[in-house]
């Protein structure tokens, strides 16, 4: 069963911890994304990764890591520095350049 | 300045009517553009991609590129209310290192 697996579905995170979300594709893409959604907003991207052992910043990758050791898995760890964690988590995989993104059942996070 | 934008909406039409959204963006080195329709709460999913200059067409929907313009838009024929969701634009651009970039989205709403 090929896709994008996305773990936990609901995640809730203490003020001051660090938490790490699951992104696992099987579609052997090589590109590899995490947005962040707000209620009401479009996407923002956080982190891209398109070979192994290599990543880039996005737009709001402060407060955020992530890691490439694997070509199917691309975690994304929400650190203690993200003031206002608290969104709708998206992975994204892409076969190569120029072609659509295909999306994770996301992941959402609260902070409590 | 942003790279996609997109009108935030909401944008009301009647159900049988033809809903247009539009999206315009920046940089010329344009590849290929995607719109994904985007339910409450749930994962984006691909309803067309277009890479070239002028309409695709792919049952009720249409989308339309204009490169010189810099605009891409999405028509959907004969409106349904379960069509009612968040349609977000993306492109990839040469500039932008062909990543996936997202506008904010515009929210239809199809009313009965």
């Known amino acids: 069963d090929g896709g994008i697996t996305q773990s936990p579905k609901y995640l809730f995170r203490k003020e001051g911890q660090n938490v790490t979300l699951s992104c696992e594709q099987n579609?052997?893409?090589?590109?590899m994304y995490w947005y962040r959604q707000d209620p009401g907003q479009g996407l923002r991207l956080i982190y891209y990764?398109?070979?192994?052992?290599?990543?880039q910043k996005g737009d709001i990758a402060e407060g955020y890591s992530v890691s490439r050791e694997k070509k199917e898995s691309f975690p994304l760890t929400v650190t203690s520095a993200q003031k206002n964690p608290t969104a709708f988590y998206l992975c994204?995989?892409?076969?190569?350049?120029?072609?659509?993104?295909?999306f994770g059942q996301g992941t959402r996070l609260t902070v409590v | 300045q942003k790279e996609v934008e997109q009108n935030s909406g909401p944008l009301s039409v009647p159900e049988g009517a033809i809903a247009s959204l539009n999206c315009t963006y920046s940089?010329?080195?344009?590849?290929?553009f995607f719109w994904y329709r985007q339910y409450s709460g749930k994962s984006p999913e691909l309803i067309m991609f277009?890479?070239?200059?002028g309409d695709k067409e792919d049952g009720r929907f249409t989308a339309q590129l204009n490169k010189a313009s810099q605009y891409v838009s999405l028509l959907i024929r004969d409106s349904q209310p379960s069509d009612s969701a968040t349609y977000l634009c993306?492109?990839?651009?040469?500039?932008?290192?062909?990543?996936?970039?997202f506008g904010t989205g515009t929210q239809l709403k199809v009313e009965l």
């Open positions: 994204a995989t892409q076969d190569r350049l120029n072609t659509e993104a295909f």
């Open positions: 579609l052997n893409h090589d590109a």
């Open positions: 990764s398109q070979i192994v052992n290599d990543f």
């Open positions: 940089d010329r080195g344009s590849q290929s």
């Open positions: 277009i890479y070239s200059n």
């Open positions: 993306a492109g990839a651009f040469t500039g932008g290192g062909n990543k996936l970039t």
